[in-house]
């Protein structure tokens, strides 16, 4: 990600929010409002404490056209990204019809604009079928599970696995990674210990596509993604494990000599002469 690219936190995305319904309503008028459903990183910078900033708000959009000039204005006048809001991520696998359903209110700016999020177990389910190694996705699972444990209000695998369901089928064709995190995370049940973990790993395999990029310039497809970042980490863990067995080596050596050395004899006077 460019350090030229202003991130979005959650203070900065209510103020975008406001700007937003105020330029919409200069624009369109009071007759016709507008309703925007925050999906992905913004929903969980919207409804949660252990995610700091996202780069851009993907949103399902119900507004008229007037809306792309104001998301517009609003970029230009803070600085953002031509696109800081959009809903580009509809041609995504995490993409459902049944969101809008299950969306909940967040709060209105300016009596004209609405903005809704997404209800936990949908927006987990949602993660779990995006599932990408090398974003928030898995750390975002863990953390918004995390989050509803400590409030006393844990979320259950069966209403995971219902929310699934309901927006993808019965037959969804989840990443394996994201089921494997599932089992895991509903195993362990330390989730604080799990996320710093789960967050560490994906940074780790972001480093590894940057490599990879720069070594191969425009190699790098959505279809090789995994495998290049399982590919890097396995090659890591085994030259971690080749440096350690070294230094194992080596101090064994260096004990050994130093045995040799302290069990030879001294050499007598004569020897000496």
């Known amino acids: 990600m460019s350090p030229d690219i202003k ?18 309503r200069k624009l369109n008028g009071t007759k016709t409002p507008a309703e925007i ?38 970029g230009d006048k803070h600085g953002l990204p031509h696109g800081w809001l959009n809903a580009d991520f509809k041609r995504t696998s995490s993409y459902s019809d049944r969101l809008i359903e299950v969306s909940v209110y967040y709060r209105t700016f300016s009596n004209i604009l609405t903005v809704r999020t997404v209800a936990a177990e949908y927006l987990l389910a949602m993660k779990l079928m995006s599932g990408r190694q090398y974003k928030n996705d898995l750390s975002d699972i863990v953390g918004i599970l995390w989050e509803h444990q400590k409030t006393g209000k844990p979320i259950s695998r069966e209403s995971v696995e219902k929310a699934i369901e309901s927006l993808y089928g019965k037959d969804a064709d989840m990443p394996e990674t994201s089921m494997q995190l599932l089992s895991a995370v509903f195993a362990s049940g330390d989730y604080e210990t799990l996320y710093r973990a789960t967050r560490a790993s994906e940074l780790e395999s972001k480093e590894l596509l940057l490599e990879f990029e720069q070594k191969y310039p425009n190699a790098l497809k959505g279809e090789n993604i995994d495998s290049i970042i399982n590919s890097g980490k396995r090659k890591r863990r085994e030259g971690q494990k080749d440096s350690m067995l070294a230094k194992l080596e080596e101090k064994k050596q260096l004990a050994e000599r130093t045995k040799q050395s302290n069990d030879a004899p001294f050499p007598n006077n004569s020897s000496m002469k």
């Open 37 to 74: 459903i925050l999906i992905g990183g913004a929903a969980v910078l919207a409804g949660y404490g252990f995610r700091d900033l996202t780069y851009d708000v993907d949103a399902i959009i119900v507004a008229s056209s007037a809306m792309k000039d104001a998301i517009n204005r609003v």
């Open 7 to 24: 991130p979005i936190t959650r203070d900065n995305l209510n103020e975008y929010l406001k700007d937003l319904a105020k330029d919409f």
